[in-house]
């Protein structure tokens, strides 16, 4: 029988790999409350230093999985497929993606998180339609896919358990920042939810988790891999999040932004990345022909929404949350082209409104969030307010400005406005990088 402080050793001196049938050992172990987690977090952040190999991830990810339950949809007809983001700031996408994708023919069972920190999180803003549940049980996942084709649900402790433990774990230990511990946690997941293909829109950029581009960019190649080698068929797009994704940041006012994209009226660089999204979920769902833009031109994605708020128990036509305080705010420095609206300044700003919690307990304002009044590329005149801040208590102005303070720049020259969508890495780049000599 292996021993736990051998194989910190090993890892600790990256002495070789640790083989498929202690990694089963550890996570056995672990869970059973042989192995303490002081010896686990040894074990991690050697990791942390060292990286696990491709064979050592696979196996890593696969008990992981193998910690809890994998739901089953293979009595789903239509192919399922679904999407992950890591996180942005006034990242609404998925709100608007799965009735999209849905209404071109494909299934999508998206299991969501909560928001912590800057970044919102997608149950928070669909919990701020009057009613909605986000804990569907997974006979009623089903239930409802089957029906409307798409929801968006909390994901169950049944839900890769092993991935909690260690998620809360690396996350007091300094572990977090790892390619292949961050690979596996999110891949496993989205594994177990039993989706057949999946498309990961990874952010890079200053409000983003990873804000160094070749490292997202590593990260994604390291996600599709491992989709891959557990069967399921994968995608990443790598994105920009260096401003805010549309005009409208915190939950009830992203979701009043995503309605308003599926009826046709959505931001440029917000529809850039769902569509460049859909199109890939769509082609891995083997739809490829199906047009995202004329379902939405059609009227068929909206309606899809309406179905899946209703599936769901919200009523699509109830007024969402407005907050009590509106105040505009941020005058722009001088007169010229706006060329910086920093993302992270403007999450940390919106989460002091009250949009986001600091503790999982927390509870976030549901209308509490940022409007913004202009995006880069935009020409301002001195003066002119850059954006709306929304609060119930007008007693958070000061801490949000502040963390504004240092958002924009505003100079003579017109920025070059980039693309949203910065890099692609699909099945054949992942089959490509494994060949002898790359
Ligand atoms: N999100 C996850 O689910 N896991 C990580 O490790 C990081 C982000």
Request: with cysteine; hydrophobic share 45%; proline share 6%.
């Amino acid at each position: 029988m292996p021993d736990v402080v051998s194989l910190i050793r090993v890892k600790r001196d990256n002495e070789r790999a640790l083989t498929d049938a202690e990694i089963g050992w550890l996570f056995r172990a672990y869970l059973a409350g042989e192995i303490a987690d002081e010896q686990m977090a040894a074990l991690l952040m050697a990791i942390y230093f060292n990286g696990l190999d491709g064979p050592e991830l696979r196996a890593w990810t696969g008990e992981m999985i193998a910690s809890g339950e994998r739901l089953d949809l293979s009595a789903i007809a239509r192919p399922t497929v679904d999407k992950h983001s890591t996180g942005g700031v006034g990242d609404k996408v998925s709100l608007i993606l799965a009735p999209l994708v849905a209404s071109c023919g494909a299934a999508v069972p998206m299991l969501s998180g909560r928001g912590l920190g800057h970044t919102g999180g997608t149950l928070d803003k669909l919990e701020s339609i009057p009613g909605f549940r986000v804990d569907l049980g997974s006979s009623q996942l089903r239930e409802a896919l089957a029906k409307v084709h798409a929801v968006i649900v909390a994901a169950g402790p049944g839900l890769a358990p092993a991935d909690r433990r260690l998620y809360a774990l690396r996350d007091v230990t300094g572990t977090v920042e790892s390619i292949p511990l961050i690979a596996s946690s999110i891949v496993s997941k989205k594994i177990a939810e039993g989706t057949s293909a999946l498309v990961l829109d990874v952010k890079t950029g200053s409000g983003a988790f990873m804000p160094d581009p070749a490292r997202a960019t590593r990260l994604a190649a390291t996600m599709v891999a491992l989709g891959i080698e557990h069967g399921v068929r994968t995608r990443a797009l790598i994105t920009r999040m260096d401003t805010p994704l549309g005009r409208a940041v915190g939950n009830a006012l992203e979701v009043e932004e995503a309605v308003a994209a599926l009826q046709g009226d959505g931001p440029a660089d917000l529809m850039e990345v769902t569509l460049a999204l859909a199109r890939e979920m769509l082609d891995l769902a083997g739809l490829p022909d199906a047009d995202p833009q004329a379902a939405i031109a059609s009227g068929r994605a909206y309606h899809a929404w309406r179905e899946m708020v209703r599936a769901q128990g919200g009523d699509p036509d109830a007024p969402l949350p407005t907050a009590s305080e509106v105040l505009a705010a941020l005058p722009a420095p001088r007169t010229g082209y706006l060329t910086r609206l920093d993302a992270l300044c403007v999450g940390v700003a919106a989460w002091r409104l009250g949009a986001g919690r600091a503790r999982k307990e927390d509870s976030v304002d549901y209308a509490a969030g940022i409007r913004l009044l202009a995006k880069p590329g935009d020409y301002v005149q001195e003066g002119q307010p850059l954006v709306e801040l929304h609060a119930e208590r007008h007693g958070r102005w000061a801490d949000a400005m502040e963390a504004l303070g240092e958002a924009v720049t505003v100079s003579s020259e017109p920025p070059t406005v980039a693309a949203a969508v910065i890099g692609r890495v699909g099945e054949r780049d992942v089959e490509r990088s494994r060949e002898p000599g790359s």
